[in-house]
């Protein structure tokens, strides 16, 4: 869940159309008549389903859509959204469950508007990507088979982009000091205030320690790729391909939001999936060992980045609470979708410093060898 640009999470200003606006939007810059619209929850863009009028539905009969407002922060680089765009076109085109962008009237991917009146004029990046079907992950009662699978789609995922994917603002995605890249953990101490002082600032404070002592050193011994960055509970989206409940057979059917994308390593992208797989878990130490499994029958992780992970997924988990507790403080309004993660993410944070990394790491690594 990305929280602006770079490491300035506080001077992004999220857009704030209201439903008729975003509709004449859609009219205006698509071409397409809504016949319905409603907002979907977002963490700092603006996002709404949009369904428009069906003597309007394009070729293929796509009636559904999502219009993606971008931050004002984030609107500021078009070469970044640009890229993020072209690699979930990419990805699509690879087979991969990928939303796409419906062109704009003047046949471009993306337009630059400006703002309602109350938004001191900024201008936000406005994208009008494809209708993905499916429940997210937080509103099923995972098991083993959907970790596996989600873990084997990031490592393909990722691969699929590493090898095949060229775009000439590629390197837009070196995105140096972005507080969600993972090897950003020590920018945390920036933004710690917003904890107060508790049990759960120090366990914060002793994860950003370890990881500078542990982690940072080591970063160039782990494999490069460009990660999604963001492979959470509520972007990844699934569908059921048996009728049985007790024992329901998934299969994911969309991946949302694109915008936390960067360059980072293999690594990351397991110990993010890990991380926001626990967090509806019934189970979560256990998690850990279907997901890795799944991406290393793609992507088998190296002894340095195996010993890592512990700290990398503590790592996501800090960056999660940290960042929703100072954004929330900035945006009171949108605290209860800021803090979803909170509701359970300190107590899985805890739960694993309480058994300890050898532990955690002794079953997540048996229950992976047990998959071969």
């Given amino acids: ?16 159309l209201g439903e008729k606006e975003a509709a004449e939007l859609v009219d205006r810059v698509f071409g397409l008549k809504v016949s319905w619209i409603r907002p979907l929850p977002s963490y700092d863009d603006q996002n709404f389903h949009v369904h428009v009028s069906r003597n309007d539905a394009v070729a293929e009969g796509a009636e559904e859509y999502v219009l993606k407002i971008t931050n004002s922060e984030d609107s500021q680089e ?40 109350g938004s001191e004029h900024k201008k936000y990046m406005v994208r009008l990507l494809t209708y993905l079907p499916g429940t997210p992950v937080a509103k099923i ?10 873990g084997r789609l990031a490592a393909s995922m990722d691969k699929a982009l590493a090898e095949k994917f060229h775009h000439p603002s590629v390197k837009s995605l070196h995105r140096g000091q972005f507080i969600w890249n ?16 508790d049990k759960h600032r120090a366990v914060v404070e002793q994860v950003i320690q370890q990881f500078k002592g542990e982690v940072i050193p080591k ?30 057979q998934y299969r994911v059917s969309g991946i949302l939001d694109f915008s936390d994308m ?57 960056q999660s609470l940290v960042i929703a507790a100072h954004t929330a403080r900035l945006y009171p309004d949108n605290t209860e979708y800021l803090m979803i993660t909170a509701k359970t993410g300190w107590k899985h944070l805890l739960a694993m410093f309480e058994v300890g990394r050898e532990a955690v790491e002794k079953m997540w690594f048996e229950t992976a060898r047990a998959y071969t």
């Fill in 1 to 16: 869940m990305s929280s602006g640009n770079e490491h300035r999470p506080q001077t992004f200003t999220k857009p704030a």
């Fill in 78 to 117: 078009p070469d970044l959204i640009e890229v993020q765009t072209r690699a979930m076109m990419f990805l699509s085109a690879e087979g991969f469950p990928s939303a796409t962008p419906y062109l704009t009237k003047d046949g471009n991917i993306m337009s630059l508007e400006l703002g309602d009146a």
């Fill in 141 to 150: 009662a995972t098991n083993t088979q959907i970790l596996y699978e989600i």
């Fill in 182 to 197: 993972l090897a950003n953990v020590p920018l945390l101490e920036q933004y710690i205030y917003a904890l107060g002082q």
């Fill in 219 to 248: 970063l160039s011994s782990f494999r490069a790729c460009i990660n999604h960055g963001d492979f959470n509970d509520h972007n990844v989206l699934v569908d059921s391909s048996c009728a049985c409940p007790e024992n329901p």
């Fill in 262 to 318: 960067s360059y980072g390593y293999y690594v990351f992208e397991v110990a993010i999936a890990i991380m926001y797989m626990m967090i509806e878990s019934t189970e979560p130490l256990s998690v850990g060992g279907h997901v890795l499994a799944g991406f290393e029958s793609v992507v088998p992780l190296t002894t340095q980045e195996r010993a890592a992970l512990f700290l990398l997924v503590s790592g996501r988990f800090a």
